[in-house]
């Protein structure tokens, strides 16, 4: 294809990856092709080694060095996957890695890096300001640069999943991917059209990172000065002239979709499919599920990652759970004496409300004399179960607000 990006060297790729990579499940979703109406499997790149898809591009570059490159080290910029990618493939290669992250990196990202072996330099406050530093220590140092994404090895390595999927689903008829930089969809899209021209390459982008997007919609490359979303796997505001010329010949469309749709999908996969999923990883079901994608038959959706860190997934699911009507705050006023707020909190759990917190105040100056204004948090089954609550204590004589 490009820059020697071919189907040989995808499956050379996949043979110097053999027994230092996962051959990731690719598991058929009933719940998820009831709701898509097709057969839509998931490919679970969540479940590989460092928690994403970055070893395998990482591991084909570092792979492929020459012994004196080799000796010297590497040397990337990430704030995320790719840096663990690389600590460890350079670790099971046996030779020294250096990352340059964001003083801004989450601490538990940093420390995985660490972990699996790299030495860690922290500079500036973001990636941009991060890869100055990677290149000014490439040169100082004799190091050799792993880019993320535009590098036709990387690429390659990346391409060893469009392999896997084919080899498992002959049948395939499209395969979903997320794009940032465009090296995973590249390298997916080189395999599947060299081995089943006849499948359909879908790529998709958060809405407020939709560089890649707008540049196969131009038809040359064109930066955005944002990447705004939650997929911050995929916040990518310039993306690779390399990956670009090879997603002109082989992805067949690029559709965008919003942060809500995308915080939606990580809720139900970890709800449903019991897969813990970043932004990135989920977005192509995000897609899926809101229509974005016409599909009729088997289709593999690749989820790229589960590196999330826990206090954003603690907000998604709040967050989830408010959306469906499952979490809802309501506020009432009741007789400030003995008993009257037992009498409420009883009142809800009869129809089988289950009550979270409470805040009982009296001493509000809109609060009359004599009464207390009681707000109470509830989990409950559904919308309908909210309002069947909310009805029952209306038919108490309260005055009940949903908030």
Known sequence: ?????????????????AGVAHATPLD?????????????????????????????GAYNKIHLLSETEKKCGVIAASA???????????????????IVMPETAPLSKVSATRGYGAEVVLAGTSYDEAFARAKQLEQQ??????????????????????????????????????IG?????AGVATAIKALAPQVRVVGVQAAGADAMARSKQAGVLTPTAVASTIADGIAVKSPGDATFAVI?????EIVTIDDEAIAAAILMLLERAKLMVEGAGAIGLAALLH?????????????????????FIARIIERGLVKAGRRVIITTT??????????????????????????HDRIQHEVPLGQAKVQVSLETRDEEHTAEILSALQQEGYCVAKD
């Open 1 to 17: 294809m490009n820059n020697g990006l071919t189907i040989q060297a995808i499956r050379e790729a996949a043979a110097a990856l």
């Open 28 to 56: 058929r979703s009933s719940t998820f092709s009831q709701m898509v109406g097709a057969p839509i499997y998931l490919k679970l790149e969540n479940l590989q080694k460092t928690g994403s898809f970055k070893l395998r």
């Open 80 to 98: 995320g996957n790719h840096a663990q990618g690389v600590a460890y493939a350079a670790s099971h290669a046996g030779i020294r890695s250096v």
């Open 141 to 178: 140092q004799g190091l050799t640069f792993v880019h993320a994404f535009n590098d036709p090895q990387v690429m390659a390595g990346q391409g060893t999943i469009g392999l896997e999927i084919l080899r498992e689903l002959p049948e395939l008829s499209t395969v979903v991917v997320p």
């Open 181 to 185: 930089g465009g090296g995973l969809i």
């Open 248 to 252: 002109q010949q082989v992805v067949d």
């Open 291 to 311: 229509g974005k994608i016409p599909v009729r038959g088997p289709v593999a959706c690749l989820i790229s990652g589960g590196n999330i860190d826990v206090n």
């Open 334 to 359: 009741v007789v400030d004496r003995p008993g009257a707020l037992q009498r409420l909190l009883a009142s809800i759990a009869a129809c089988r409300g289950n009550v979270l917190y409470v805040h």
